[in-house]
Nanobody
Framework: QVQLVESGGGLVQAGGSLRLSCAAS????????MGWFRQAPGKEREFVAA????????SYADSVKGRFSISRDNAKNTVYLQMSSLKPEDTAVYYC??????????????????WGQGTQVTVSS
């Protein structure tokens, strides 16, 4: 079992930056591919960014490429999402997700086994 706790969300003006963190309880975190997803009101949960267990492979949704960056510190059991040049359409609840195993990155909601509780990001215009 893996418990995930997100932090770092908040209210920011358009053009600003935020860094989300996701702390994992499992001491074998370094073997888990990780992902970030988001869900806006009335919309389905969508992929944002993903990392392989090593951090050597990453993937991003087209809507965030060049603005968001996923990274991980396996020694701290933590994955990060650095968000820059934020836009009002980035407003959503952001979720961290972990997959039990795998050697690459994964972009589908149903490819992940564990989810955090979410953290709200609101970007004002």
């Amino acid at each position: 079992q893996v418990q995930l706790v997100e932090s770092g969300g908040g209210l920011v003006q358009a053009g600003g930056s935020l860094r989300l963190s996701c702390a994992a309880s499992r001491r074998t975190f370094s073997t888990n591919p990780m992902g970030w997803f988001r869900q806006a009101p009335g919309k389905e949960r969508e992929f944002v960014a993903a990392s392989s267990w090593s951090g050597g492979f990453t993937s991003y949704a087209d809507s965030v490429k060049g603005r968001f960056s996923i990274s991980r510190d396996n020694a701290k059991n933590t994955v990060y999402l650095q968000m820059s040049s934020l836009k009002p359409e980035d407003t959503a609840v952001y979720y961290c997700a972990a997959r039990s195993s795998g050697s690459y990155y994964y972009t589908g909601v149903d490819e992940y086994d564990y989810w955090g509780q979410g953290t709200q990001v609101t970007v004002s215009s």
